[in-house]
């Protein structure tokens, strides 16, 4: 089993940043892929970014520029960096984790709120 535990959301105004910290435990060693997702409401859940155990990054277009994710080997922990905030980015963040082999992120945090407004 894997647990992850998502930090670092709140309320930030359009421009601001803010960084969302994923900290890994259990298992880790069967984890090959951490993956920050997002969802907004009426929204279905999308990827956002994406790192795998060789350090590999996917950020994906619609974030591109403007975020970034890494990882903190000795802290098992996982970090969504996120600048220049739009009103759209509003969402609950989710980090996720896919085993090494899998097809598919099979253990997910409990999600950390984002509120981008003034």
């Known amino acids: 089993q894997v647990q992850l535990v998502e930090s670092g959301g709140g309320l930030v105004q359009p421009g601001g940043s803010l960084r969302l910290s994923c900290v890994v435990s259990?298992?880790?060693?069967?984890?090959?892929?951490i993956g920050w997702h997002r969802q907004a409401p009426g929204n279905q859940r999308e990827l956002v970014a994406a790192i795998n155990r060789g350090g590999n990054t996917n950020v994906y277009d619609s974030v591109k520029g403007r975020f970034t994710i890494a990882r903190d080997n000795a802290k098992n922990t996982v970090y969504l960096s996120m600048n220049f905030l739009k009103p759209e980015d509003t969402a609950v963040y989710f980090c996720?984790?896919?085993?090494?082999?899998?097809?598919?992120?099979?253990?997910w945090g409990q999600g950390t709120q984002v509120t981008v407004s003034l």
């Open positions: 259990g298992n880790t060693d069967s984890i090959n892929v």
């Open positions: 996720a984790a896919k085993p090494s082999g899998g097809f598919q992120y099979e253990y």
